[in-house]
Every structure is written in structure tokens, then in C-alpha cells.
């Protein structure tokens, strides 16, 4: 079995707690492809409602921004904060080849997944070769 540990894990924890603050960003992990053609992104966000979620393109630059908020009630005594909070962001950077105006998303169990189609003049097209009529002139 494969184990992968964060040896700064406490150490941000601490730093939250301290601080009211995480130590570093809070992180959005994501998988891309291309499936036939769409250009496909998912992005985890777990516990985030969909309401906080922010898209935006702009000059080919896709911004994702999302809030996750604490679910404990202002005034609680928190015992254990583990979960981060606060807002995320990423910034992917899409190329000529993707129509950018036809972008659809859909968040379900967590996941947010955006459908980039690639742009007609992109795709792989057949070109048609034309040549020798095969006319000759006869009695010469």
C-alpha cells in the first residue's frame, strides 16, 4: 500500500488555530482531458455550495473562485477545525483551439466539471485534392 503524508499537516493546523488563518491556500485539486470534442475539467469541491461558485473567462484565462464556510454557528466553541475554510481560486489557461462561448458546467456530489468544446477550426478535417484533368490536345 502507498502512503502519502504531509509532514507541514500539523504544522498549518497549528498555524490556523493560532492565526484564525490557514498557512497555505487552500488547494483545488483538479483532473483535465480531452474526450473526443470536449476539452473536460473537474475540479474537487467538496462541502462547497454551489451558490458561492464564480466562473468567469476572460481573454482565454478561466477563472474558477469558490467559498467554503464554516457550518458551526458564530459563537460556537470549536474543538476541532480540520476542514478548511474561506475562498479558493484557480486559474487554467485555454488555448485558441477551445470555444470559449460555449463552456457548460455542472457541479454534482462535490465534483464541478466544465465541458469546453473545441472550436470548429480546430478540428481535423479532410481536404479535398483536385488536379490533372487529364486533357490532352490530339493531332499535334
Known sequence: ???RTDPFREFDRLAQ??????????AMAMDAYRSGDDFIVHF???GIDPETIDL??????????AERRSPAPEGAELIVAERPT????????????LD????DA???????TLRIPVAEQAKPRRIRITGGTGRRELGK
Open 1 to 3: 500500500m502507498l502512503m
Open 17 to 26: 488555530q493560532v492565526l484564525g488563518s490557514s498557512a497555505r491556500p487552500t
Open 44 to 46: 474537487d469541491l467538496p
Open 56 to 65: 468567469d473567462i476572460e481573454r482565454n484565462v478561466l477563472n474558477v473562485r
Open 86 to 97: 474561506g475562498t479558493c481560486t484557480r486559474q487554467l489557461f485555454l488555448g485558441d483551439t
Open 100 to 103: 470559449t462561448d460555449r463552456v
Open 106 to 112: 455542472s457541479y454534482d456530489a462535490g465534483v464541478l
